[in-house]
């Protein structure tokens, strides 16, 4: 049923066209376009599988009209102004089925509500999630770290260990671990049966974890600035090991020699299965 819109002066409405008054008149376009009086009070609806725009021209549309816009094609639709404004608190640039209205302020300016907005890009990114079996050394692949991001979050989980395993970390270059005894940190925690452990460690080859035994071993760490090669790398993080009555404690670390290491690598002296993912942590 075509609606009534716009009235005309002295016009008869007959039934039909009063019930059919809250149904808006639609207009399917494939390709850009450029909005006319004819689309006042309609929704314009793009189905393109390419990019696609839709144009904003002054002296065409007066305060207070408005025009619907959805997008239903697979190309993006970018509301665009011509001569005529559009501003907006939400976003211009409509993916597959995003709409919203276009209001007109005056012949010249126009604000567009975006019925919906795409959520703001996560301030983590997964990097990658590797899970290994019976490995005694988990090395990380080349240039996991980058420029990209200047912090990193890793999570380390073991499964299971095939016996108590000493459980150490070291920076990795392209060229492989790297192995100066320049490894610096330490380590506190707390057993269920309230003991306190405190392990303190400098100039050794590699960053201690402890010992990992059985299974629900776990480490949560962030890295900071391993590839700036300005300032010396750091870490610190939760674990927990059920090795010394269940440890659970925090530790922190950093290698006194700085240089831009693009990985981690993990070292047991048994053979452990397990998985880890990295991420990369947003600057803003």
């Not at 019925?115 to 983590?124: I, K, M, P, R, T």
């Not at 990114?125 to 991001?149: E, G, R």
């Amino acid at each position: 049923m075509t609606t009534p819109f716009p009235f005309q002066s002295a016009a008869v409405l007959t039934a039909a066209q009063m019930n059919a008054i809250t149904t808006l008149v639609t207009s399917t376009k494939t390709a850009s376009h450029t909005l006319t009086i004819a689309d006042v009070s309609t929704r314009v609806i793009m189905n393109s599988a390419s990019a696609t725009t839709i144009t904003v021209n002054t002296s065409i549309f007066g305060a207070s009209d408005v025009v619907e816009i959805l997008n239903i094609g697979a190309g993006v639709c970018t509301v665009t102004a011509g001569t005529c404004t559009v501003g907006t608190s939400g976003t211009l640039a409509l993916a597959q089925n995003a709409g919203g209205t276009l209001t007109f302020i005056s012949a010249s300016a126009s604000v567009f509500r975006a019925d919906g907005v795409a959520a703001a890009a996560g301030g983590l990114t997964l990097l990658t999630a590797v899970s290994f079996t019976a490995q005694t050394t988990v090395a990380f692949a080349n240039s996991l770290f980058s420029a990209t991001y200047q912090n990193y979050q890793v999570f380390m989980e073991l499964d299971t260990v095939s016996g108590s395993s000493n459980w150490t970390m070291q920076l990795r270059n392209n060229a492989g671990a790297i192995s100066g005894a320049l490894y610096y940190g330490g380590l506190i925690g707390t057993s269920y049966t309230g003991t306190t452990v405190n392990v303190g460690s400098s100039d050794l080859t590699a960053f201690n974890f402890g010992t990992a035994t059985q299974d629900c071993n776990n480490i949560a760490m962030t890295v900071f600035n391993p590839f700036n090669n300005v300032r010396n790398t750091t870490w610190s993080g939760t674990t927990f090991n059920n090795n010394n009555n269940d440890l659970g404690g925090a530790f922190g670390g950093f290698y006194k020699a700085v240089a831009a290491y693009t990985g981690l690598q993990f070292n047991f002296s048994t053979t452990v299965t397990g998985t880890y993912r990295v991420y990369g942590l947003a600057d803003s």
